[in-house]
């Protein structure tokens, strides 16, 4: 059974920038939730991906995005970085119903600078 | 609207007992977890509770009162290794099996 993998593992960026994370998710799970998660926080819950499409987004602008393809791997995009941006981005796999454990990634740390 | 409370920050002995409190409220239970998160790594899951009780596994045990709000882990025997955070967490009232977390307790286990 493969894991939930996530990459870049690092990245750095500017502000007004734009950067694409990725997101592989577990094998057989078809839900994909990204997170973001600032320093001495709990994870925050972006937005949620189920048969490619969007299905449920947490209090975050449109400048951040996403995409699940086929094989339900996912795309976090977010546009115009501000320095507030700077957190881990967790990506976590499921099966979409209620109860059921999140499967988490190791995540992506941004820095926007 | 949903909302967690979590002491920040705890500090306890190696081999002694230490017990994480999380009091919640949230419309429409279904159910609260607990993840614990070593530092710069990702959360891993510990337990779920959805019904009134202790659940205990090993070490760790988890605690619910749904009529309380209220939760808690206990952990037994510490080990320097389960210096980590542990966050507790409700499925989140947006979408489907999202969770709501609280901002977490960063336990520090000492000699």
């Known amino acids: 059974e493969t894991g939930v993998t996530q990459s870049p593992t690092h990245l750095i960026k500017t502000r007004g920038q734009q950067v694409t994370l990725r997101c592989s998710s577990q094998?057989?799970?078809?839900?994909v939730s990204w997170y973001q998660q600032a320093l001495g926080q709990g994870p925050q819950f972006i937005f949620q991906?189920?048969?490619?499409?969007?299905?449920g987004r947490g209090n975050f602008p449109p400048r951040f995005s996403g995409l699940q393809f086929p094989n339900y791997s996912s795309e976090l995009n977010v546009n115009a970085l501000e320095l507030d941006d700077s957190a881990l981005y967790l990506c976590?796999?499921?099966?979409?119903?209620?109860?059921?454990?999140?499967?988490f990634g190791p995540g992506t740390r941004l820095t926007v600078t | 609207g949903q909302n967690i409370d979590q002491p920040t920050e705890m500090t306890a002995t190696e081999g002694a007992i230490v017990q994480i409190n999380c009091t919640y409220q949230?419309?429409?239970?279904?159910?609260l977890f607990w993840y614990q998160q070593h530092a710069g790594e990702a959360p891993t899951f510990l337990s779920y509770?959805?019904?009134?009780g202790l659940e205990e596994k090993g070490r760790f045990s988890s605690f619910l009162s749904r009529s309380k709000g209220y939760s808690y882990l206990l952990l037994k025997e510490l080990q320097m290794k389960d210096s980590a955070s542990y966050l507790c967490?409700?499925?989140?009232?947006?979408?489907?099996?999202?969770?709501?977390f609280g901002t977490g307790t960063r336990l520090t286990v000492i000699p």
């Open positions: 094998s057989g799970h078809n839900t």
């Open positions: 949230t419309s429409g239970f279904n159910g």
């Open positions: 976590a796999s499921s099966f979409p119903t209620g109860g059921t454990e999140q499967y």
């Open positions: 509770n959805v019904l009134d």
């Open positions: 991906y189920y048969r490619e499409e969007e299905n």
């Open positions: 967490a409700v499925p989140d009232q947006t979408g489907a099996n999202n969770l709501f």
